[in-house]
Nanobody, 113 residues
Framework: QVQLVESGGGLVEPGGSLRLSCAAS????????MAWYRQVPGKQRDFVAR???????TYANWVKGRFTISRDNVKKTLYLQMNSLKPEDTAAYYC???????WGQGTQVIVSS
């Protein structure tokens, strides 16, 4: 089992920044990849960014350089640095771990003036 706990969400004005964190614990070992997804109520959960074990990063097309995914192996924490936030970035953001398809509980991001 892997436990994932997200934090760092909150209310931010358009153009602002937030850094999300995902603390991993449990039977972590060697991971295939970890990722961030987001979800708006009533819609499907959408891919945001992925960090593979070899350091390869992949982003959704709409990110367009605004977000950066990274990981601190010592702290066993995954990050998502989000800059130039837009109102349409408002969503619950979830951390994902493979193998095992583990999800965190999510952290809410609200972008509004």
């Amino acid at each position: 089992q892997v436990q994932l706990v997200e934090s760092g969400g909150g209310l931010v004005e358009p153009g602002g920044s937030l850094r999300l964190s995902c603390a991993a614990s449990g039977n972590i070992g060697r991971f295939n990849y970890m990722a961030w997804y987001r979800q708006v109520p009533g819609k499907q959960r959408d891919f945001v960014a992925r960090l593979a074990n070899d350091g390869t990063t992949t982003y959704a097309n709409w990110v367009k350089g605004r977000f950066t995914i990274s990981r601190d192996n010592v702290k066993k924490t995954l990050y998502l640095q989000m800059n130039s936030l837009k109102p349409e970035d408002t969503a619950a953001y979830y951390c994902f771990h493979m193998p095992g398809s583990f999800w965190g509980q999510g952290t809410q991001v609200i972008v509004s003036s």
